[in-house]
């Protein structure tokens, strides 16, 4: 479970999260989702404990981000928007790496890696050094990484981009087993079909502040039509795209 109370980040005189309460519970897929900017990326890195909020409180799987950082972040894995990866491991050598980070080693990290790997179809390379790696490859394998300690929650920032469609497919099934074993996703993306197939609620952010958050039939209803995710989105967030594109091309 992730339960966020009052949180916020400025940035100088900026503030990039105002306010933000929100609670993601065990079992759910919470799908993140807002316009270039919103803030989400900045909510995200707070909620790994990598970013520290201005104001307002976050609890991992009941553990306070502040008061116990390590118990917090044992109990979570984060994949990052533009992770960091070391070249000059193997496949298997960043897996096990990863998982020392969390005080976790010998057989059964191990096994546990090779299992991921082969999931993602990367057992083949495990040997390789990760400079060798395709950009997919590597996304594939700081998913993995983020599994290896069996977090109870996971965030991820944007986790489809660069996957090919077999990829995308075990990721989204990982997901959904994963919170059907009764542990926490938090996802963010931008693509609106992936959010409306896979999450059971959607959060919407707008200028760093929740506007929208809960299950489809719940949005629909917040905007008094039967739409599309899309639709409700633009609804929700301006769609003035549309028509500054026209006036655009009629200039
Ligand atoms: N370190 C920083 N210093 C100053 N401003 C920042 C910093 N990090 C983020 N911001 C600002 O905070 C706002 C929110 O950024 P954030 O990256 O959280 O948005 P986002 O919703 O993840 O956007 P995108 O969809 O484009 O990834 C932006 O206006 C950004 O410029």
């Known amino acids: 479970m992730i339960e966020i109370t009052s949180l916020s980040k400025r940035f ?12 993601v519970p065990a079992g759910e897929l919470f799908g993140f989702l807002g316009p270039n900017g919103a803030g989400k990326t900045t909510t995200m890195r707070m909620i790994a404990g990598i970013l520290q909020p201005t104001a307002g409180r976050i609890r991992i799987a009941g553990h306070d981000m502040v008061a116990e950082p390590l118990r917090a972040k044992r109990a979570l894995g984060f994949i990052p928007d533009r992770p960091f990866i070391y070249e000059k491991l193997t496949g298997i050598e960043f897996l096990r790496f990863s998982a020392g980070l969390y005080g976790e080693a010998g057989p059964d990290v191990d096994r546990r890696g090779h299992e991921l790997l082969a999931l993602f ?12 790696y395709s950009h997919g490859m590597r996304q594939k394998l700081i998913i993995a990484s983020a599994f290896v300690h069996r977090p109870a929650v996971i965030v991820v920032d944007e986790p489809m981009v660069g996957l090919d469609p077999k990829s995308s497919k075990i990721l989204k099934d990982l997901f959904r087993e994963y919170t059907r074993r009764g542990h926490t996703v938090m996802m963010s993306t931008h693509t609106l079909e992936i959010a409306e197939g896979m999450c059971d609620r959607i959060g919407i952010m707008q200028k760093g502040e929740l506007v929208a958050c809960g299950t489809m039939d719940d949005l629909r209803a917040s905007t008094g039509a039967d739409d599309a995710l899309e639709d409700i989105f633009l609804r929700l967030t301006g769609d003035r795209v549309a028509r500054e594109l026209i006036e655009v091309l009629d200039a």
């Open 12 to 23: 100088g005189d900026f503030t990039a999260v105002r306010s933000l309460d929100l609670v």
């Open 121 to 132: 179809d990367l057992e083949p390379w495990r040997d390789e050094l990760v400079e060798s």
